[in-house]
């Protein structure tokens, strides 16, 4: 079981440019949320897909857009990078169906730096 | 909105000894979830212990326990025999038992190192 992946590992963006990052769930997990965490920072919560729909969001602004694929992936759009914008991106993976009773397993995240 | 609070930016254990970390957390819920995660310089979040609010007994797992005072709001971690390998940062999440708010709000974190 590879668990959760992320691509890239690292990336760095200009101000202004818009960026894509990847997450492919655990193995039987049906549902991807994704975090933001700055430097020296507990992880925020960006927003939850799951059948394709935008579940449940943080209080992110709508230049962070995600989508989730049929397979269950799932992509992370940052449009108009600001430096602000720099932190490290997790993923989290669980199955809904028993959303109450398993744990979200995180990926090794993409470091993102915005110059 | 629920706040999780962790007091201790950075804790340090001589090697086989025991450390506490403390958690204390805001909420009007009455039902809810309680995590501590590991994070080692490789980044990927590591369940190390869950503890359901409507459960009284204190988790448990292996070297890991937990003070659990639900009507202090405090959730504390205690890392018994600490070994080498337990040097990360830790953080103290909740999640509500909504259906629907699965999210999880995340402590500022705590550094753990650990002394040989």
């Known amino acids: 079981d590879a668990g959760v992946t992320q691509s890239p590992t690292h990336l760095i963006k200009t101000r202004g440019q818009q960026v894509t990052l990847r997450c492919s769930p655990k193995?039987?997990?049906?549902?991807v949320s994704w975090y933001q965490q700055a430097l020296g920072q507990g992880p925020q919560f960006i927003f939850q897909y799951y059948e394709e729909e935008e579940r449940q969001r943080g209080n992110f602004p709508d230049r962070f857009s995600g989508h989730q694929f049929p397979n269950y992936s799932s992509e992370l759009n940052v449009n108009a990078l600001l430096l602000g914008d720099s932190a490290l991106y997790l993923c989290a993976s669980s199955f809904l169906g028993q959303a109450l009773n398993t744990e979200a397993f995180f990926g090794q995240g993409t470091r993102l730096t915005v110059v | 909105a629920q706040t999780v609070t962790q007091s201790q930016p950075e804790m340090s254990v001589q090697e086989a000894e025991t450390v506490t970390l403390s958690c204390t957390y805001d909420t009007s819920e009455s039902d809810y979830y309680l995590f501590w995660y590991k994070q080692p310089p490789s980044r990927q979040m590591i369940l190390v212990i869950r503890?359901?609010?409507?459960?009284?007994q204190n988790a448990t797992e292996n070297r890991f326990s937990v003070n659990f005072q639900k009507a202090a709001k405090s959730f504390s971690l205690k890392i018994s025999d600490s070994q080498l390998g337990d040097a990360a940062m830790y953080f103290c999440a909740y999640r509500s038992a909504n259906f629907g708010n699965e999210k999880l709000t995340f402590g500022t974190g705590t550094r753990l190192t650990i002394i040989p």
């Open positions: 193995s039987g997990h049906d549902t």
């Open positions: 503890q359901e609010a409507y459960k009284q």
